[in-house]
């Protein structure tokens, strides 16, 4: 299967940073992970967008995936009870 570019948004980087350093190292292991399986066994479509989202522990990330241009972009990063508010 061909390899995925993975693109990070400026505030999801921000996002990433601010994590705790042990969730920021799973976070970035699970984030590495999506660029040879976009679509890992646990990743969901949020309804009503084209996102994807995976959880990692109390996390989630949500990311975008463009097959014609083969990239993922992780769009949002944050623990579950504040990731789905605009």
Do not use: C, F, W
């Amino acid at each position: 299967m061909a390899s995925y570019s993975l693109l990070i948004k400026a505030s999801a980087a921000k996002e990433l940073e601010a994590t705790p350093k042990k969730d920021r190292t799973r976070l970035a292991a699970r984030i590495g992970g999506l660029a040879t399986t976009p679509r890992p066994p646990g990743s969901e479509k949020l309804s009503g967008e084209e996102k994807y989202r995976i959880r990692q522990g109390d996390y989630r990330i949500l990311y975008l995936i463009e097959d014609a241009n083969s990239t993922v972009t992780i769009v949002k990063i944050g623990h579950r009870r504040e990731v789905y508010r605009n």
